[in-house]
């Protein structure tokens, strides 16, 4: 996969099957109802019971409904994935002011694979991946490849820009 | 232009719980292995306003410690950024200054 700044926003080309799949999972992720993912995105946060039901009560509901929106809104975007000439890769396009929900989107989900797949802060380690399952050995992979996605966004890699894309158009 | 618009993120409006008290209350970052670094810190920047500098070494302080208070202050002030900073899913609570 490789990435690109043009005009509006950011391209991700030769994206492969398999990238493709793990980016289509981000907003299900996002919108997971497992208790586990829940409990990390939408954590506990008050020390005092009576505190923490009033979170729950009043700020739970606008955090969910947030990510309801910024899954809505990346899974637009997937929708505008398109093939590669002569490829089984697909070509993706982020335009700049997505970028901030993209990010926390991705966050969301690299989050929700760390617990869904019972991933340890040990297991993050890169001499660690031969001795997790094979499950988890998939699942890190796909958190390093959304880390990847995140690292463009906040401009943490070079880029080149934009002309070769210039007659990509945003819809 | 209208089309892109329409499916920009919504910000979220805030109803508060409690009324504010007056002692001040810490809102305080935890540190999670998955989270990238540079992330914490854009969040920081974006959410308070912070300059570079003070969100890069408050990053550093949840990475080296497990926690930073970042920001301390009114509760109703403090549940809005605790929102703000789960919005982003950083593992981020509050709790009230003792003393």
């Given amino acids: 996969m490789w990435a690109a700044r043009f005009d509006e926003g950011y391209v991700l080309g030769d994206?492969?099957?398999?990238?493709?799949?793990?980016?289509?999972?981000?907003?299900?992720l996002l919108e997971s109802a497992d208790v586990r993912v829940r409990q990390r995105l939408l954590p506990e946060t008050c020390d005092d019971p009576e505190d923490e039901q009033q979170w729950r009560q009043h700020a739970v509901p606008e955090?969910?409904?947030?990510?309801?929106?910024?899954?809505?809104?990346?899974?637009?975007?997937l929708a505008g994935l398109r093939p590669m000439p002569k490829s089984q890769n697909q070509l993706l396009l982020i335009p700049f002011a997505h970028g901030n929900a993209w990010l926390?989107?991705?966050?969301?989900?690299r989050l929700a694979l760390f617990v869904l797949n019972e991933l340890t802060a040990e297991s993050m380690e890169p001499d660690a991946f031969a001795t997790v399952t094979p499950k988890q050995q998939e699942a890190l992979l796909r958190i390093h490849l959304l880390a990847e996605v995140q690292s463009v966004l906040l401009g943490d890699l070079e880029l080149e820009s934009a002309g070769p894309f210039a007659d990509f158009v945003i819809e | 232009m209208g089309a892109r618009a329409a499916t920009k993120e919504k910000p979220a409006t805030r109803t508060t719980p409690k009324t504010s008290l007056a002692r001040p209350w810490n809102v305080l970052v935890h540190d999670d292995p998955v989270t990238l670094?540079?992330?914490?810190?854009?969040?920081?920047?974006?959410?308070?306003?912070?300059?570079?500098?003070?969100?890069?070494?408050?990053?550093?302080?949840?990475?080296?410690?497990?926690?930073?208070?970042?920001?301390?202050?009114?509760?109703e002030q403090a549940e809005t950024y605790?929102?703000?900073?789960?919005?982003?899913?950083?593992?981020a609570t509050i709790e009230v200054v003792d003393g």
């Fill in chain 2, 37 to 75: 670094m540079q992330y914490v810190t854009k969040v920081l920047i974006q959410v308070f306003g912070y300059a570079q500098d003070k969100a890069h070494r408050l990053m550093m302080e949840v990475h080296k410690t497990g926690r930073s208070v970042v920001w301390t202050g009114p509760r």
């Fill in chain 1, 15 to 28: 994206i492969t099957p398999a990238s493709a799949a793990t980016l289509k999972g981000v907003p299900m």
């Fill in chain 2, 82 to 91: 605790v929102q703000k900073l789960q919005a982003h899913h950083l593992l």
């Fill in chain 1, 104 to 109: 926390a989107a991705l966050n969301a989900a």
């Fill in chain 1, 63 to 77: 955090l969910e409904r947030l990510f309801a929106s910024r899954a809505h809104l990346v899974r637009t975007d």
